[in-house]
């Protein structure tokens, strides 16, 4: 039986679009599952300033409410109703949406090392392109606005499991996200999923929506500024 624990952790409001998103993703998600006694849902969040913190206190929530998995949603997400069915479906410790920065020029949250051990990010091609990825592909690490992490994980590596490190050679922090994929890497030799599919009808809600066909209209721009090998932190 999966016992869903939707986390979300917030600095002030909720999109609009977050809120109808999981409304949607909720109402669905209990008729098909809840409804016949196979699965349960909760819903936890937090209102504060430090991020790590705020999802540290989260995930003890949710070990402390017998969840299966956490089912992680930033309040500027809009996302796709049968989300968390979908990938609930794969059946991985951790997967979730690949979607892109709110910012200028936009790139993606999801980023791997390349075989000569240079990071670089991971693309998710557009709906409307002739070819594109499907199913599922293997990452260093990717944003927790949707994403589906088994409480298991949790329970097999130690506290903290979010924290902000600084990088002195390239004066600036790693985000707690990355931060958590690390820790487990190390612990469990295991890496996130990114659902592409998914991850297509995943948008950054802000002054303007951002998707992936931003990412790529601004690929050429951050390209000239930073470089093919740059790191995508």
């Known amino acids: 039986m999966n016992r869903i624990a939707i986390c979300m952790p917030a600095r002030d409001t909720m999109a609009m679009e977050t809120c109808q998103s999981i409304v949607a993703l909720v109402g669905q998600y209990a008729v098909e599952s809840v409804a016949s006694g196979n699965a349960s849902l909760r819903y936890f969040w937090l209102n504060g300033t430090l991020l790590p913190d705020m999802r540290n206190a989260l995930v003890r929530e949710a070990i402390k409410s017998d969840s299966t998995h956490v089912l992680w949603i930033d309040s500027d997400m809009k996302f796709p109703k049968d989300g968390l069915k979908r990938l609930l479906a794969h059946n991985a410790p951790m997967v979730g949406a690949n979607y892109v920065q709110r ?89 996130p999923l990114v659902d592409h599919d998914v991850s297509r009808e995943v948008e950054h809600i802000g002054f303007h929506n951002y998707t992936w066909q931003d990412a790529y209209d601004d690929y050429p721009k951050l390209i000239e500024q930073q470089g093919p090998t740059q790191n995508g932190d």
């Not at 409307?128 to 293997?138: L, M």
């Not at 949707?146 to 050679?169: G, K």
């Open 103 to 191: 910012k200028r020029p936009v790139k993606p949250t999801a980023a791997k090392f390349r075989d000569d051990g240079t990071r670089h990010w991971v693309y998710t091609i557009p709906a409307d392109a002739e070819e594109k990825q499907s199913g599922t592909e293997s990452v260093e690490s990717l944003g927790h606005g949707f994403m589906l992490v088994e409480t298991a994980v949790y329970q097999c590596v130690p506290e903290p499991w979010y924290s902000m490190t600084w990088q002195p050679e390239k004066g600036n922090h790693v985000g707690e996200d990355v931060f958590f994929f690390r820790r487990v890497k190390d612990a469990l030799d295991i890496e």
